[in-house]
C-alpha cells in the first residue's frame, strides 16, 4: 500500500521560511514521482512542484520559482519543501501525493497525504 504522510506545518511570518516532510511507504521512492500541492480555502489544489522518476528532474509553479526548492531523501523515504521567503498567499494546506508520472493535475495522482497547514501570517 501507498502511504505518504506530511508534516512540518505552522505559522510563520512573511518573509519567514519553513520545510515540511512527507514520508513515504510501501514503496520505492526511486521509481515514483512526488508532486506538492496546494489549497487555499475556496481555491483548487494546485501543483507546487514535482520530482520526476530516476534522476529526479524537479519542476515547479511558476508562483514558486526561486523561493522553493524540493527534494528526496532516499535513505530516509522522505520528500521535502523548503519554503523560503513566505508571502501570505503561500496560505494554504500542503500535500503530497505519488504516482508513475509528474503532472499539475492533482487528479492525475493516485496516493495523498493528509495535508499539513502552512500559514503565512504576520
Known amino acids: 500500500q501507498l502511504q505518504l504522510v506530511e508534516s512540518g506545518g505552522g505559522l510563520v511570518q512573511p518573509g519567514g521560511s519553513l520545510r515540511i516532510s512527507c514520508t513515504t511507504s510501501?514503496?520505492?521512492?526511486?521509481?515514483?514521482?512526488i508532486g506538492w500541492f496546494r489549497q487555499a480555502p475556496g481555491a483548487a489544489r494546485e501543483g507546487v512542484s514535482c520530482?520526476?522518476?530516476?534522476?529526479?528532474?524537479?519542476s515547479y509553479a511558476d508562483s514558486v520559482k526561486g523561493r522553493f526548492t524540493a527534494s528526496r531523501d532516499m535513505a530516509k523515504n522522505t520528500v521535502y519543501l523548503q519554503m523560503n521567503s513566505l508571502k501570505p498567499e503561500d496560505t494554504a494546506v500542503y500535500y503530497c501525493a505519488t504516482d508513475f508520472n509528474c503532472s499539475n493535475d492533482a487528479k492525475d495522482f493516485r496516493s495523498w497525504g493528509q495535508g499539513t497547514q502552512v500559514t503565512v501570517s504576520s
Open positions: 510501501g514503496f520505492t521512492l526511486n521509481y515514483y514521482a
Open positions: 520530482i520526476s522518476p530516476g534522476v529526479g528532474y524537479i
